[in-house]
């Protein structure tokens, strides 16, 4: 079946895109220069034109806390319409299968911990991602209402916080994991002894390798349907992707720092805002269907480090 990876030049969707090419399925792709996803006549175009057997939706528009504080707009308009395209897109070329990609942002800031799928709509979003999540939630009720109207098989996958080869390392616009990876590989490297990173260090935070999220992703497009079924709801379909273990955002430093080889003191300004407290999904749907992750948090960091170390010179990634 020819399968359409968007967004294969992100972190996901080129993981993703490895594990297809590695089975030998046919794939299909396009760069933002050669499609521009919130273009709807340019993806109704490319569906017409390509027919693809199945789509992942792996593109979005994505950045930590401060690039969500920065650009909100940016943030809702380009992911509702990339998923608007697609999605309607999609069906109207008769593609059955789909697998969207969302974010476990799309929680409550104050939901119940670990964080199950019915805690979705519950309660308040963060602030700091709203506009974000609200797309993402969004995605979601797009592949439900498709399938609820005309019997598509779309199906969500939430993903926890990712990290791995293939990450963003840009200094401004980057996600904590490999903002701490830059900043203490600069500090190790050039002599300094005290890194500083935002926030109190206590809020708590689970970590997943894009290698083991490719893996579930595909896992969960390729289960039949009445086993993926038989575990969701018409309007609950959406699946938890993570460990099922979270660390402190200071364990999560000292882990870095001892990755990296920083020797020197870490301090944490409370003045700068922590974010959700806690952000641990409840995986125990994924379990009961046969998937559980693989890479421990320390090795998967050692990789990305490595990785890090190997793409420094890309100004496009590390700027």
């Known amino acids: 079946m020819k399968t359409y990876v968007a967004?294969?030049?992100?972190?996901?969707?080129?993981?993703?895109?490895?594990?297809?090419e590695a089975?030998?399925?046919?794939?299909?792709?396009?760069?933002?220069?050669?499609?521009?996803?919130?273009?709807?006549?340019?993806?109704?175009?490319?569906m017409k034109s390509e027919k693809p057997g199945r789509v992942i939706l792996a593109a979005a528009k994505v950045g930590g806390i401060m690039a969500n504080n920065t650009y909100p707009a940016a943030f809702i308009y380009e992911n509702l319409m990339i998923e608007a395209n697609v999605i309607h897109q999609a069906f109207e070329a008769g593609v059955h299968s789909l697998l969207f990609l969302g974010s476990s942002c799309i929680y409550p800031k104050m939901a119940a911990?670990?964080?199950?799928?019915?805690?979705?709509?519950?309660g308040t979003?963060?602030?700091?991602?709203?506009?974000?999540?609200?797309?993402?939630?969004?995605?979601?009720?797009?592949?439900?209402?498709?399938n609820r109207q005309y019997g598509t098989d779309y199906r969500s996958v939430m993903p926890t916080n990712l990290y791995g080869p293939g990450d963003n390392f840009h200094p401004q616009n980057s996600h904590v994991l490999p903002a701490l990876i830059r900043r203490f590989h600069e500090a190790a490297r050039g002599g300094v002894d005290e890194v500083v990173v935002w926030g109190t260090g206590t809020p708590m935070r689970e970590f997943l390798h894009v290698d083991d999220m490719a893996e579930a992703s595909l896992f969960v497009a390729d289960l039949a349907p009445e086993i993926y079924e038989r575990e969701t709801e018409p309007m609950l379909s959406h699946i938890n992707v993570g460990t099922g273990s979270d660390v402190t955002i200071r364990e999560l430093a000292e882990t870095v720092a001892r990755v990296t080889g920083f020797d020197g003191?870490?301090?944490f300004d409370a003045s700068k805002p922590d974010g959700t407290p806690r952000?641990?999904?409840?995986?125990?749907?994924?379990?009961?269907?046969?998937?559980?992750a693989r890479i421990a948090l320390e090795d998967g960091i050692r990789e990305t480090y490595d990785w890090f170390l190997e793409q420094r010179d890309d100004g496009l990634r590390m700027a």
């Open 113 to 122: 911990q670990p964080m199950r799928e019915d805690a979705l709509l519950t």
């Open 125 to 146: 979003l963060e602030p700091t991602n709203e506009p974000y999540a609200i797309a993402k939630i969004a995605g979601i009720k797009l592949c439900e209402s498709y």
């Open 265 to 267: 003191k870490i301090t």
């Open 23 to 46: 089975r030998g399925i046919e794939t299909v792709t396009r760069t933002h220069a050669e499609l521009d996803l919130t273009s709807q006549a340019e993806v109704r175009d490319f």
């Open 7 to 20: 967004g294969h030049r992100g972190m996901v969707g080129g993981a993703i895109l490895r594990k297809l």
């Open 279 to 292: 952000k641990l999904l409840d995986v125990s749907r994924l379990a009961r269907l046969g998937w559980t």
